[in-house]
């Protein structure tokens, strides 16, 4: 999986920072976490075409989240889009899709549909499962989560010696299916071994700390976590529905995360004071980056 920072900032975007943008390519797609004002034009600046985006998750409908929705989709219309363009978001994405289609005099002539969607698995394929969560912010918000389903390893030597041929069959037992051989029935469980656990990343949106935001992170390759402020500014934080640095990092260490990656940063905390905010993750939680625009993370 790659994953593509396009934007990093809070609500004000600066000259270093652009509004929030995650893209992630994984399992032969592109998937658009949020899409806030610029993100096309940060795509310039990568290898992600907008045209091979399949899907776009928005977390809520905050201007700095969604602005750049409407340009991005009518882009994609004057490129000649043929493919279709799936749009998920919280109750409240059809005023979003009114909205847009009431703007300007753009005509859409490309598939699209806008799903609203609530807590549970959002999609699930025999590659990936994407879920979403309710978090706390102050207006309804959701968090996201990729997992890989990775296969159980396949028991070469194990299906050898209960007589399976080399060949065509063993894909088959590797997939779930059972063969038969010598009028013997041969069953997966039999040449499997334990399940292996894929790669998880989770994304926070925008939002407090909070048992649902740990429970969807749980055991995460990769936490991105929002990180509007710092302790200095507690009140600040709880007020407006956001999360200090701490608080990232302390959803990361109770979900047993692997990594944390601090975004949606307040621009009072640009260049070297940067620093300030990635120090104060780091004394809870290690392991711990703060992220820039245009930064790429490859998981394997």
Aim: hydrophobic share 35%; aromatic share 8%.
């Amino acid at each position: 999986m790659e994953i593509i920072f396009l934007g990093t900032s809070s609500a004000v975007h600066s000259k270093e920072r652009n509004h929030v943008s995650i893209a992630v390519k994984a399992f032969g797609d592109v998937m658009l976490f949020d899409c806030g004002e610029g993100t096309q034009r940060q795509m310039l600046h990568t290898k992600v075409s907008p045209m091979k985006i399949s899907k776009i998750f928005i977390t809520h409908y905050h201007g700095d989240h969604i602005l750049g929705l409407p340009g991005l989709m009518q882009s994609l219309g004057l490129h000649g889009r043929e493919k279709k363009l799936t749009i998920y978001g919280p109750k409240g994405l059809d005023k979003v899709r009114n909205a847009i289609f009431d703007f300007g005099y753009c005509k859409y002539e490309y598939p699209l549909e806008f799903i609203e969607i609530e807590p549970g698995i959002i999609e699930e394929t025999e590659e990936y499962i994407i879920k979403c969560q309710s978090v706390r912010h102050n207006v309804p918000a959701l968090a996201y989560s990729i997992e890989e389903k990775k296969k159980p390893r396949f028991l070469r030597e194990k299906a050898i010696e209960l007589g399976v041929p080399v060949g065509p069959l063993f894909g088959k037992l590797h997939n779930g299916e059972e063969v038969e051989i010598d009028g013997k029935i041969i069953k997966p469980e039999q040449v499997l071994g334990k399940p292996r656990k894929g790669i998880k990343i989770t994304y926070s949106g925008d939002t407090k700390p909070c048992e649902e935001m740990i429970d969807l992170a749980k055991d995460s390759t990769l936490l991105i976590h929002e990180s509007t402020f710092t302790r200095q500014d507690e009140e600040n934080a709880e007020e407006h529905g956001h999360s200090t640095a701490a608080d990232a990092a302390y959803v990361a260490k109770q979900a047993n995360c692997k990594e944390l990656i601090l975004t949606h940063i307040s621009t009072r905390y640009n260049g070297e004071l940067s620093k300030i905010i990635l120090n104060e993750a780091q004394e809870i939680f290690e392991n711990t980056k703060i992220a820039y625009d245009l930064m790429e993370i490859e998981l394997k």
